[in-house]
């Protein structure tokens, strides 16, 4: 978003002998794990697909507890308050780091809303296409294309999830909500049955680490990320506080509704978190002031 400046990312941390024994044993294990689900995953599509089409009710299990799993290798704590809904409709969240898909997933059975780009992203493009993920294009010759695409996904019961940021953060901060995907709930078959949840999504650092240690934005780049998580001597924790659904028919538009989402997720984010972005960007802002 233009005029959000997070600073300066993260120093990397030295990898010493430990880590990287770290690496090796974490990195299998997840490698196993989410390649091993993948497969299963497929095999059991085969026969999801003939029988129900785009409707999945065994593969979605299987991406849950990979998810689970991961984190239990990765020795991240994972936290959620709140009740998940059960009613027709999707999931909003704010948006820090790749493991926010881990994160969101092994909570709810969801499927992501994703940027066309990640499409073509090595290993990570495929798992997102083998796991039902609806890719957008934000051009706005796409766009009435996309709301097709999105609406059938929803008439077809698919829960899907989006961060309606539009891009990812530091972990610190919450940027305004953007409503064009809003539009597709108020299709006039839909909006009368359709529900969102808002979820807010909260990292802590490990004790000693930059608190922006697990946020992934700007042009950072995902390999050196992934290497100083599964190197981290030590693991801090994701929280998830899932809120009061909304009804979409309570609201006039999709502004209005992308306006009460987003004040939903920001009452979830601690206040100690956005203290600790300001303070980080504090010094940026001082020095890019003009001098008195």
Known sequence: MAGWDPGQEPAPV?????????????GTALVTVIFGGLGLLLALR?????LW??????????????CRLAFIILGVRRKVRGSQ???????????????????????????????SEVASWPAIGWLARATGTVFINRRASEALRQRRAFVQRL????????????????????????????AAFFEEDL??????????VIYRAPDGADPRFYGWWGEMAFG???????AAPRQGTVELVWHA????ADFSDRKALARACEQAVRAGFPPELERAGEALSQPMAEISAPNA
């Open 191 to 200: 909006r009368h049955d359709l529900w969102i949840q808002p979820v807010t």
């Open 85 to 115: 809904m059960r009613r027709h409709g999707a999931v909003v969240s704010n948006h820090a780091s790749w493991l926010d898909i881990f994160a969101l997933n092994a909570s709810k059975r969801v499927y992501f809303v994703s940027k």
């Open 46 to 50: 085969l026969v999801e697909r003939p």
């Open 245 to 248: 659904p909304l009804q979409v």
């Open 155 to 182: 008439r077809a019961g698919h829960k899907l999830l989006f961060f309606p940021e539009g891009t990812s953060t530091d972990g610190l901060s919450i940027l305004p909500f953007k409503s064009t995907l809003f």
């Open 53 to 66: 089409g785009v409707h999945r009710p065994w593969t979605p299990h299987i991406t849950q507890n990979v």
């Open 14 to 26: 030295p990898v010493g002998p430990a880590g990287w024994l770290r690496v090796v044993l974490r």
């Open 224 to 230: 050196p990320h992934l290497l100083q998580v599964l």
